[in-house]
T-cell receptor, first 113, second 114 residues
Framework: DSGVTQTPKHLITATGQRVTLRCSPRSGDLSVYWYQQSLDQGLQFLIQYYNGEERAKGNILERFSAQQFPDLHSELNLSSLELGDSALYFC????????????FGDGTRLSIL | AQTVTQSQPEMSVQEAETVTLSCTYDTSESDYYLFWYKQPPSRQMILVIRQEAYKQQNATENRFSVNFQKAAKSFSLKISDSQLGDAAMYFCAYRWEGAQKLVFGQGTRLTINP
């Protein structure tokens, strides 16, 4: 158990819809990262938050947004969903500095029908 | 741009044997970190081993060890005494000191034959 909690584990929805993925980081970790794992793109970094503020942005679509709340949990919002958004979405957390590795949650499997 | 390449899409090994997974990376940075993550069928991403670029000594974690060749930008993972539970996708990942995001390779699927 990594200590990072992601909900829900599975999500099935239709094109054009909007979903919210939730992540609770490990106790003591200030930084949250979102990654997308798809068959064609592999594991891609989306966005990072550190103590409530956005720190880095990767290949995140404009239809996607995220935030980190005062209790440090984070949400990834995906809107106007397309078939190509079907993927496994991982949240990871770390202390956010130095050498410390990122610990991953179990992921949310998003299926767009 | 930093890139990570895993040239072996699939590998297989007999139980109790030793296997080495390859990883090369491209970077112009001098301070960075390298990681191997394991993703079993349960899909979790589990940290296996990590290496700081400034350390010449290769990292070791029980049956897992790395061969870090900084000049060659190579970071291979050796698994000794392979066990059935080692069957998984293995991802090599890179992070440089000035950033927090991980850059992943495409992965190597490891099969353990009983």
């Amino acid at each position: 158990d990594s200590g990072v909690t992601q909900t829900p584990k599975h999500l099935i929805t239709a094109t054009g819809q909007r979903v919210t993925l939730r992540c609770s980081p490990r106790s003591g970790d200030l930084s949250v990262y979102w990654y997308q794992q798809s068959l064609d793109q592999g594991l891609q970094f989306l966005i990072q938050y550190y103590n409530g503020e956005e720190r880095a942005k990767g290949n995140i679509l404009e239809r996607f947004s995220a935030q980190q709340f005062p209790d440090l949990h984070s949400e990834l919002n995906l809107s106007s969903l397309e078939l190509g958004d079907s993927a496994l979405y991982f949240c990871a957390s770390s202390v956010g500095r130095g050498y410390q590795p990122q610990h991953f949650g179990d992921g949310t499997r998003l299926s767009i029908l | 741009a930093q890139t990570v390449t895993q040239s072996q899409p699939e590998m297989s090994v007999q139980e109790a044997e030793t296997v080495t997974l390859s990883c090369t990376y491209d970077t112009s940075e001098s301070d960075y970190y390298l990681f191997w993550y394991k993703q079993p069928p349960s899909r979790q991403m589990i940290l296996v081993i990590r290496q700081e670029a400034y350390k010449q000594q290769n990292a070791t974690e029980n049956r897992f060890s790395v061969n870090f060749q900084k000049a060659a930008k190579s970071f291979s993972l050796k698994i000794s005494d392979s066990q059935l539970g080692d069957a998984a996708m293995y991802f090599c990942a890179y992070r440089w000191e000035g950033a927090q995001k991980l850059v992943f390779g495409q992965g190597t699927r490891l099969t353990i034959n009983p």
